[in-house]
């Protein structure tokens, strides 16, 4: 924005000023604020010698009694200075008001006795004397009131010769031409392009392939109620930290009787270092009064695990010989005990000469019998130490090579391998059978799977490991490993320390100082979901649905419902779902269309089966069927069209007869929706329906929103199809990672939570869509590389802001002499088509023509322009429908000539031929233009 400023003295206002206009955002919306002065006798004097272009005069740094002299004096000097459609700020006089409302302002008392006018202009530009078009579906009140507004503005403000209203089914008996203004109200009242048939859509692409100045016009009741059934046109009608741990009971169920409030007690349970926790009574132990809680905390889970699987698993007897890997950790050290305990030869690994002595120090192994587990060379020790035999039993956590070393090679006839360890069953390793012909056991077991256990059998077994464990210890048969506490204050430390490489022991966490406090790091994520609801994902078994969907698992969902065209007839679906059931999930798949309300219906009381609510709705369902739409067929439109249309209308209709609304309504659109992309109408519709029914839906008191997604790197359909993707990379669209795709939907589900839970939302429609992809990344790193980037998102006026601060950066960069692009067009259409009919010489207006093409190209395919032949064949370059769509924009916005989409494509054309048909365009007014 541009402001001139008369003031006394040229002493500027402008400090004040500008801190409201800059206020909150991150570049200065003025650009120029130039001063100037007024005398006594009214002359201006301006300290530049521009006195034209500017957004704002602003009059009032001087006297009252000088502001009204300088509108009697000098009023055309002062009116001059500002533009057509621009502002003046004056102080409030007879004088002002009276010129300014002869000069076609508005003018408005804005307070404290300062006046806004805002120039009403007339006859702008190419509509001067143009016909208008006002083009309605079906008559009605409304209709009737808007296309009488209409008439007033086009004649008077806009000067159009004359203003006809027509109904869509009567425009094909009407003369269009190019310079005709169209304004449509087809879709003021009702859906039209979702619905429409290849008659209707016939009729539009006559108005679409004819007209360059098409205003279409949408209003809030074409989403009412009764417009929202697609059907009418078919028919009538966590994982734990810890497993141990110790407190005071503070409250029993009424059903307990040998525990009371206070009791002193040692817990063996899944927890998270709550300062609460809630257990069965079966899981607890009492302690006695001179127990301390840290030392009887490390005892329940080591031990319990080394008597289950030494006694019940190995059935170790006395004499026999027992390799011990990892035999300085806590585990090892409990399986040693034990094993000492019951008379067993004792062998073990460790990581480090420091742990070796350990074990030889406070366990009394012999240090021949201690063996490094960094490699396989104790499996030769073994033997060795063994007469080639091996030993009977083996406690196993190594993984790899070290595991299958110490099965193959280490086991004696009829030994016991106990798996203590998780990695190499979760990774699905593979086993040699071969050591099953020696008459080995292999068993594994995860004591935590024995506590969680629904048998009862299993649960009284861990109690009786636990409760011996701890007898073992107070008849002090066992000898506890070396313990080092933390207070929970320092948990960060505790948790480094643990995995220093010479830790030996257990790490606890004290948690008996009230006052301690704890540094937290802020959540990833904020979404919370229920795992006794059920969530309807319809189209979610693709790339983004299938990292969707394991986040929502980890979010707390365990019960989905997936609605598809395919089921789960696809390699990838299948293998989705497998892996959220033995994750733990409940899982159902619908095998529909979303656009048919009967295979919504069913999703719908799958989800409601086992008495279950829908806690959450996810539309993701998608539809391409690519092709500009002057060639678009009628079924193809739809294919882009219904999917997200009528699936969405029956989604919300059918959910409108349960009696409890879905905690959230998440629908994910597209940047396309906003900005637009030629060649995907039918898409770019869909979405920018769901962007505003997503605001519809939360006006009417219901959560919705509606996730404008940009490229999406790792995942997703453009992952899949790199063609496309590769495409955006040179319009400068920026790809997010997986994990920034899921904070969007977190964004999204936390709006739409927290939107559930309030009374008042009158004021929460606008945060009904979250719009992606825009960022300036792209755009950087393209002019960085000296490419100019035009005719992008950035060029439509809704990112004015954005772009002049991209603008005002590669300004102060070509300040200070570094070389990049250029971002938007380098001067108007006018100002370029001027320029090149000043040139006399025919040869130079081509050559300045063909610099531009050639240029505009450049930056399309992101190929330098002096490495592009200006005769060369455009098929040569591989342009697509989309970029040819892009360049035909281009020419239309910088030359206001229409070339055709298929001259663009066409394998006859080249560069200097096209450049030939703007000259000839723009020269048809000269004598002897055009080519030669």
Same mark, same amino acid.
């Given at each position: 924005?541009?402001?001139?400023?008369?003031?006394?003295?040229?002493?500027?206002?402008?400090?004040? =000023?500008?801190?409201?206009?800059?206020?909150?955002?991150?570049?200065?919306?003025?650009?120029?604020?130039? !001063?100037?002065?007024?005398?006594?006798?009214? !002359?201006?004097?301006?300290?530049?010698?521009?006195?034209?272009?500017?957004?704002?005069?602003?009059?009032?740094?001087?006297?009252?009694?000088?502001?009204?002299?300088?509108?009697?004096?000098?009023?055309?000097?002062?009116?001059?200075?500002?533009?057509? !459609?621009?502002?003046?700020?004056?102080?409030?006089?007879?004088?002002? *008001?009276?010129?300014?409302?002869?000069?076609?302002?508005?003018?408005?008392?804005?307070?404290?006795?300062?006046?806004?006018?805002?120039?009403?202009?007339?006859?702008?530009?190419?509509?001067?004397? &143009?016909?208008?078009?006002?083009?309605?579906?079906?008559?009605?009140?409304?209709?009737?009131?808007?296309?009488?507004?209409?008439?007033? #503005?086009?004649? *008077?403000?806009?000067?159009?010769?004359?203003?006809?209203?027509?109904?869509?089914?009567?425009?094909?008996?009407?003369?269009l031409h190019e310079n005709s203004i169209c304004i449509s109200l087809i879709e003021a009242e009702v859906e039209f392009l979702a619905t429409m048939?290849?008659?209707?859509? /016939?009729?539009?692409?006559?108005?679409?392939?004819?007209?360059?100045?098409?205003?279409?016009?949408?209003?809030?009741?074409?989403?009412?109620?009764?417009?929202?059934?697609?059907?009418?046109?078919?028919?009538?009608?966590?994982?734990?930290?810890?497993?141990?741990?110790?407190?005071?009971?503070?409250?029993?169920?009424?059903?307990?009787?040998?525990?009371?409030?206070?009791?002193?007690?040692?817990?063996?349970?899944?927890?998270?270092?709550?300062?609460?926790?809630?257990?069965?009574?079966?899981?607890?132990?009492?302690?006695?009064?001179?127990?301390?809680?840290?030392?009887?905390?490390?005892?329940?889970?080591?031990?319990?695990?080394?008597?289950?699987?030494?006694?019940?698993?190995?059935?170790?007897?006395?004499?026999?010989?027992?390799?011990?890997?990892?035999?300085?950790?806590?585990?090892?050290?409990?399986? %040693?005990?034990?094993?000492?305990?019951?008379?067993?030869?004792?062998?073990?690994?460790?990581?480090?000469?420091?742990?070796?002595?350990?074990? #030889?120090?406070?366990?009394?192994?012999?240090?021949?019998?201690?063996?490094?587990?960094?490699?396989?060379?104790?499996?030769?020790?073994?033997?060795?130490?063994?007469?080639?035999?091996? #030993?009977?039993?083996?406690?196993? /956590?190594?993984?790899?090579?070290?595991?299958?070393?110490?099965?193959?090679?280490?086991?004696? +006839?009829?030994?016991?391998?106990?798996?203590?360890?998780?990695?190499?069953?979760?990774?699905?390793?593979?086993?040699?059978?071969?050591?099953?012909?020696?008459?080995?056991?292999?068993?594994?077991?995860?004591?935590?799977?024995? %506590?969680?256990?629904?048998?009862?059998?299993?649960?009284?077994?861990?109690?009786?490991?636990?409760?011996q464990a701890i007898e073992l210890y107070r008849a002090r048969a066992i000898q506890l490993p070396p313990i080092r506490i933390f207070d929970v204050?320092?948990?960060?430390?505790?948790?480094?320390?643990?995995?220093?490489?010479?830790? #030996?022991?257990?790490?606890?966490?004290?948690?008996?100082?009230?006052?301690?406090?704890?540094?937290?790091?802020?959540?990833?994520?904020?979404?919370?979901?229920?795992?006794?609801?059920?969530?309807?994902?319809?189209?979610?078994?693709?790339? @983004?649905?299938?990292?969707?969907?394991? =986040?929502?698992?980890?979010?707390?969902?365990?019960?989905?419902?997936?609605?598809?065209?395919?089921?789960?007839?696809?390699?990838?679906?299948?293998?989705?779902?497998?892996?959220?059931?033995?994750?733990?999930?409940?899982?159902?798949?619908?095998?529909?269309?979303?656009?048919?309300?009967?295979?919504?219906?069913?999703?719908?009381?799958?989800?409601?089966?086992?008495?279950?609510?829908?806690?959450?709705?996810?539309?993701?369902?998608?539809?391409?069927?690519?092709?500009?739409?002057?060639?678009?067929?009628?079924?193809? =439109?739809?294919?882009?069209?219904?999917?997200?249309?009528?699936?969405? =209308?029956?989604?919300?209709?059918?959910?409108?007869?349960?009696?409890?609304?879905?905690?959230?309504?998440?629908?994910?659109?597209?940047?396309?929706?906003?900005?637009?992309?030629?060649?995907?109408?039918?898409?770019?519709?869909?979405?920018?329906?769901?962007?505003?029914?997503?605001?519809?839906?939360?006006? &009417?008191?219901?959560?919705?929103?509606?996730?404008?997604?940009?490229?999406?790197?790792?995942?997703?359909?453009?992952? +899949?199809?790199?063609?496309?993707?590769?495409?955006?990379?040179?319009?400068?669209?920026?790809?997010?990672?997986?994990?920034?795709?899921?904070?969007?939907?977190?964004?999204?589900?936390?709006?739409?939570?927290?939107?559930?839970?309030?009374?008042?939302?009158?004021?929460?429609?606008?945060?009904?869509?979250?719009?992606?992809?825009?960022?300036?990344?792209?755009?950087?790193?393209?002019?960085?590389?000296?490419?100019?980037?035009?005719?992008?998102?950035?060029?439509?006026?809704?990112?004015?802001?954005?772009?002049?601060?991209?603008?005002? +950066?590669?300004?102060?960069?070509?300040?200070?002499?570094?070389?990049?692009?250029?971002?938007?067009?380098?001067?108007? +259409?006018?100002?370029?088509? /001027?320029?090149?009919?000043?040139?006399?010489?025919?040869?130079?207006?081509?050559?300045?023509?063909? *610099?531009?093409?050639?240029?505009?190209?450049?930056?399309?395919?992101?190929?330098?322009?002096?490495?592009?032949?200006?005769?060369?064949?455009?098929?040569?370059?591989?342009?697509?429908?989309?970029?040819?769509?892009?360049?035909?924009?281009?020419?239309?916005?910088?030359?206001?000539?229409?070339?055709?989409? @298929?001259?663009?494509?066409?394998?006859?054309?080249?560069?200097?031929?096209?450049?030939?048909?703007?000259?000839?365009?723009?020269?048809?007014?000269?004598?002897?233009?055009?080519?030669?």
């Open positions: 924005m541009k402001v001139f400023e008369l003031a006394d003295n040229g002493i500027k206002e402008s400090h004040g =000023w500008l801190e409201d206009l800059n206020a909150d955002i991150a570049f200065p919306i003025c650009n120029v604020w130039e !001063c100037g002065t007024i005398d006594d006798g009214g !002359c201006i004097s301006m300290n530049s010698d521009s006195t034209t272009g500017f957004d704002v005069l602003l009059i009032t740094g001087i006297q009252k009694v000088l502001s009204e002299r300088c509108w009697h004096a000098k009023y055309d000097k002062i009116v001059s200075l500002v533009d057509n !459609c621009r502002i003046v700020i004056s102080h409030k006089t007879t004088t002002a *008001q009276e010129y300014l409302h002869s000069a076609n302002f508005n003018v408005m008392d804005a307070g404290s006795d300062v006046l806004l006018a805002v120039r009403v202009t007339k006859n702008l530009g190419p509509f001067a004397g &143009q016909d208008a078009f006002i083009l309605y579906h079906r008559p009605s009140t409304l209709i009737d009131k808007l296309i009488s507004g209409l008439r007033k #503005v086009l004649g *008077q403000a806009i000067g159009a010769s004359d203003v006809k209203s027509v109904a869509i089914s009567d425009i094909e008996e009407c003369r048939s290849e008659d209707d859509m /016939s009729r539009l692409r006559h108005v679409t392939n004819t007209v360059t100045n098409l205003l279409w016009v949408t209003t809030t009741n074409m989403l009412s109620p009764g417009q929202g059934n697609p059907n009418l046109t078919l028919r009538l009608a966590g994982g734990t930290t810890a497993c141990e741990f110790a407190g005071i009971i503070t409250a029993t169920a009424s059903d307990v009787g040998h525990f009371n409030h206070g009791d002193r007690v040692v817990v063996l349970w899944p927890n998270k270092f709550n300062t609460t926790e809630r257990v069965p009574a079966w899981a607890v132990q009492k302690l006695l009064p001179h127990e301390d809680y840290a030392t009887m905390a490390t005892i329940p889970v080591v031990y319990s695990t080394a008597l289950y699987a030494l006694h019940d698993r190995a059935n170790i007897k006395q004499g026999e010989s027992i390799l011990v890997h990892a035999g300085s950790g806590a585990l090892g050290i409990a399986v %040693i005990g034990v094993a000492k305990n019951v008379g067993a030869v004792v062998y073990a690994t460790v990581g480090s000469e420091v742990k070796k002595d350990f074990l #030889v120090a406070e366990l009394g192994l012999p240090a021949s019998h201690i063996f490094s587990s960094r490699d396989t060379s104790f499996s030769d020790r073994v033997l060795e130490l063994t007469g080639g035999r091996g #030993v009977d039993i083996i406690i196993n /956590s190594l993984t790899g090579d070290l595991m299958h070393a110490s099965w193959e090679n280490c086991l004696a +006839e009829f030994g016991r391998f106990v798996e203590v360890g998780k990695k190499e069953l979760v990774d699905a390793g593979r086993l040699n059978m071969r050591g099953f012909l020696r008459g080995s056991t292999f068993t594994a077991f995860d004591l935590e799977d024995l %506590i969680l256990s629904e048998n009862q059998s299993h649960r009284q077994l861990v109690v009786n490991k636990a409760h204050s320092e948990i960060g430390q505790a948790c480094r320390y643990f995995s220093t490489r010479g830790r #030996v022991g257990k790490v606890v966490i004290s948690l008996e100082r009230p006052e301690s406090l704890i540094r937290i790091s802020k959540p990833k994520y904020s979404t919370i979901l229920d795992s006794r609801k059920a969530y309807f994902l319809v189209g979610c078994l693709g790339g @983004l649905g299938r990292s969707l969907s394991r =986040w929502m698992m980890m979010r707390g969902a365990r019960h989905f419902v997936f609605l598809g065209r395919s089921g789960c007839a696809k390699p990838g679906a299948k293998k989705l779902v497998s892996a959220l059931r033995e994750a733990g999930a409940h899982v159902s798949v619908v095998t529909g269309d979303v656009a048919d309300r009967d295979a919504v219906d069913r999703a719908i009381m799958a989800c409601k089966a086992g008495g279950k609510t829908i806690g959450g709705v996810v539309q993701a369902a998608m539809g391409l069927s690519e092709a500009i739409f002057s060639q678009m067929t009628n079924e193809a =439109w739809h294919v882009g069209v219904r999917c997200k249309w009528a699936g969405t =209308w029956n989604l919300h209709n059918a959910l409108e007869f349960h009696a409890e609304s879905p905690a959230f309504f998440l629908m994910t659109s597209s940047i396309m929706g906003s900005v637009g992309v030629a060649t995907e109408a039918n898409y770019c519709a869909s979405n920018g329906f769901l962007d505003a029914f997503a605001r519809w839906r939360r006006s &009417q008191g219901q959560p919705a929103v509606s996730i404008g997604l940009g490229m999406i790197s790792e995942v997703g359909y453009l992952h +899949e199809n790199p063609d496309i993707e590769a495409i955006l990379v040179r319009r400068g669209v920026q790809a997010i990672p997986e994990n920034e795709f899921l904070q969007l939907i977190d964004l999204g589900l936390s709006q739409d939570l927290s939107f559930s839970r309030r009374e008042k939302q009158d004021e929460d429609t606008v945060t009904g869509h979250i719009l992606s992809g825009l960022e300036s990344v792209g755009f950087r790193k393209l002019l960085a590389q000296g490419f100019d980037v035009t005719n992008l998102p950035l060029q439509d006026p809704r990112s004015r802001r954005v772009a002049e601060s991209l603008a005002a +950066e590669q300004r102060e960069l070509a300040a200070t002499g570094q070389e990049t692009g250029h971002f938007g067009r380098g001067g108007t +259409e006018t100002d370029i088509i /001027s320029a090149i009919r000043d040139e006399s010489d025919s040869g130079s207006a081509h050559a300045m023509i063909l *610099q531009l093409v050639r240029g505009q190209l450049a930056n399309l395919i992101l190929i330098p322009a002096d490495r592009i032949d200006k005769s060369s064949l455009l098929s040569q370059f591989g342009l697509d429908s989309m970029l040819a769509a892009e360049f035909r924009t281009w020419f239309w916005s910088t030359f206001r000539i229409d070339i055709p989409f @298929l001259d663009i494509l066409g394998s006859k054309n080249s560069l200097k031929s096209l450049a030939c048909l703007v000259q000839d365009h723009i020269t048809s007014s000269l004598p002897n233009g055009g080519c030669v």
